[in-house]
Structures are given as C-alpha cells and as structure tokens.
Nanobody, 124 residues
Framework: VQLQASGGGLVQAGGSLRLSCGAS????????IGWFRQAPGKEREFVAA????????YHANSVKGRFTIFRDAAVNTGHLRMNALEPEDTAVYYC??????????????????WGQGTLVTVSS
C-alpha cells in the first residue's frame, strides 16, 4: 500500500484545514487508516483513526471536538478535518494504514505503511 498525504499549510489560530491521504496499491487490505503527528522536539503521537469498512472512529483527547476523521472508500482516500486550530497543533502530520486485525489502532507499531507527512503550521 502506498500513501500520499496532502493538505498541510500555514493557517492562523482558529482556522481550519483538511488533510487528505490517498491510498494506492493493495487497498483491499486496508483495515484502518490513522493520522499521527510529530511536533518539533516531541515524539510522534496518535491523532485519529477510522476503520475502513465500518467507519468507526477514534480521536485523541487533545483533538476531540475539533478534528474529525472520515473516509471516502470509493476513491481510497482518508481525510482529517481540523477546526479551531491552535499553535500547539503545529506538527508534521502522517497518515498510515493498518492492514491486520492485530494491535491497537492508537499504537504506531500497529501500522505497516506510512505516508511522507505534510506540515501544518498554526500561527498565533
């Protein structure tokens, strides 16, 4: 599975962005698509995930109520809608796929394939 993340950019605090993650290759094997982020000087952390078939969603507490993950299975694309952005959301955002039923959806180690990352910068 190959992943292409896009949609990052510079936005003022309180603004919105939508990230997209296009999947190609063995897309029939995708169980979950997740978003992670890594801020400067910090470890990469879980943001959100969605199961590909049932559309069940998971969001980190830090983004609940502001970010929404959704997918368009017909075009093999996952999205992350980000509202009410804060400077603390500044990070490189990565999408990843989970192709087995093993492992927790919030654990980075569960994901086998990763996109290249897209930078989100939120100015105050």
């Amino acid at each position: 599975v190959q992943l292409q993340a896009s949609g990052g950019g510079l936005v003022q605090a309180g603004g919105s962005l939508r990230l997209s993650c296009g999947a190609s290759g063995r897309t029939s094997s995708i169980v979950t698509i997740g978003w992670f982020r890594q801020a400067p000087g910090k470890e990469r952390e879980f943001v959100a995930a969605i199961t590909w078939s049932g559309g069940y969603t998971y969001h980190a507490n830090s983004v609940k109520g502001r970010f929404t993950i959704f997918r368009d299975a017909a075009v093999n694309t996952g999205h992350l809608r980000m509202n009410a952005l804060e400077p603390e959301d500044t990070a490189v955002y990565y999408c990843a796929t989970h192709t087995t039923l093993d492992g927790a959806v919030m654990a980075q180690s569960s994901y086998e394939y990763w996109g290249q990352g897209t930078l989100v910068t939120v100015s105050s």
